[in-house]
């Protein structure tokens, strides 16, 4: 299974080379302090272009998920695989994978934590597992 | 004072597994639904289409021998041509257009240029933060929608599946329709269907299939002394709130709510004076959310609401009553389908599947991942 390398923009690079060094971060604003994801040229609460990445806690919790049945692409991904959208303790919501637990054994509202899945040219892609108890 | 705009004819083109060019599919489409209007290709002014490379109407314009010096390309998934009509209502009451034809085709299943995981652009950051984990896009963001719908208000998946069965019992009534003669669908056997994206099984989405279709629209005094009767679009409405999955502001509550008040609210009619309901079905669960959004039941309550079978023939509340994107036709993109089956049914030409003394219709188009949402009330000319 080798997953494709995801493309990256300027204003993406920062939060890609920080997953070299398995660090998840999200973008803050100076002027505001929102804090968001995906990283973007403006502050999405107050339009400040005064922006930084800052480390998150790697906590957060399932908004939902779905196990997948249907490859979207055999080569890369071994279904079944789940897919889901977590929220991170900062608030902004990412895209992912859950792993470290049956596909059929999650829930909403399950804690989980990131764990990091190496891509090959050294960046990581950040998934999540159960928070343990 | 201001002009209006009326629908003045529509039409599909072949549909189902045609063999056709998207091309042919847009001619056919195109000449039929001005052919039920009674008018001809020199009438039109203004042209609206998407779903053909860069240059939509453009191309279709140059095919057809159209020069047009109206055109619109908006480019809003499946709710593109509820928009669209929204676009040439403005168009005609400020005089750019005197006749605007909004066209769709799409080869899709002949062509089999559907794909599984979605098409994507490495500049969209869903190339980055999306893709990467695998997501079918869209199955896999419509089964997250479901998962938290029965998560927090108890929907069950027998629930969802009455919105497939119900779609299929209209589908038998509509001798267009891809599953005719395909007999009755049971909960049963959408339940057992195979899984795509829990918790969405096969017979939770919509068809593949060509097709496509055609709106005229003209000014109502021109409609009027034209061979069909005028039908009005008394409202529009339109919402967008996000393009990635991670984006969504609320997996259950979408920009419908939004998109609906405007149109109900330009209508000065409510969701109690509508007779026929057309809703864009790409999965049962999107049909569910516009329900609880147009305010047809309370915000979580879809589910219960759907399971006494109202939404099937004489159950009460006519609801994609073509068969819809389930078990009609989805050619990739089906809100012009749903305006075309509106205004068949407030003229009184749809056939055994008529809804009685039809006079309000509600059309409403849901693009991307329930990312954008456009809704259109029609009503006879009084
Ligand atoms: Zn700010």
Redesign the interface.
Known sequence: MT??L????PE?EGW?EATRHRRLTVQRCRSCDHVQ??PRALCLSCRSTDLDLVDASGYGHV???????????PE??DAP?V???VALEEG??????LVGADVDAW???DAVEVDWLELDDGRH?P?FVPTPP | MTRRAAIAGVAESDLGVTGASILQLQSQAILRALDDAGLRLDDVDGLATTGIDRFPAVQVAEYLGLRPNWTDTTFGGGSSFEIMVGHAMAAISHGDAETIVVSYGSNQRSAKSRR??GVMN??Q?E??????????NPV?FY???A??HM??FGTTEEQLAEIAVAARAWARLNPKAYRYTAGPLTHEEVLAS???????KVLDCCLVTDGGGAVVLTTLERARDLRTQPIVPLGYGEASTHH?????PD?TRSGAYESAHRAFERSGLSVADIDVFEVYDSFTITALLTIEALGLCKPGEGGGFVADGRLRPGGGLPFNTSGGGLSYCHPGMFGLLLIIEAVRQLRGDAGERQVDGAQTAVCHGTGGILSNHATLVLGVDR
């Open positions: 997953r494709p995801p493309p990256q923009t993406t890609w994801h995906y908004r939902s998920f779905s196990v997948v049945h249907r490859s979207a692409d890369a991904f695989y897919v889901a959208l902004p919501t990412l895209t992912t994978n829930t909403c509202d892609l998934v | 599984l995981g490495p500049n950051p190339s980055q933060f999306d893709a990467p984990f695998g997501v079918l896999s089964a997250m929608a998962q938290r998560y927090d195979d899984p795509v994206s829990t918790p969405l990635s999955m991670s984006q969504v997996l």
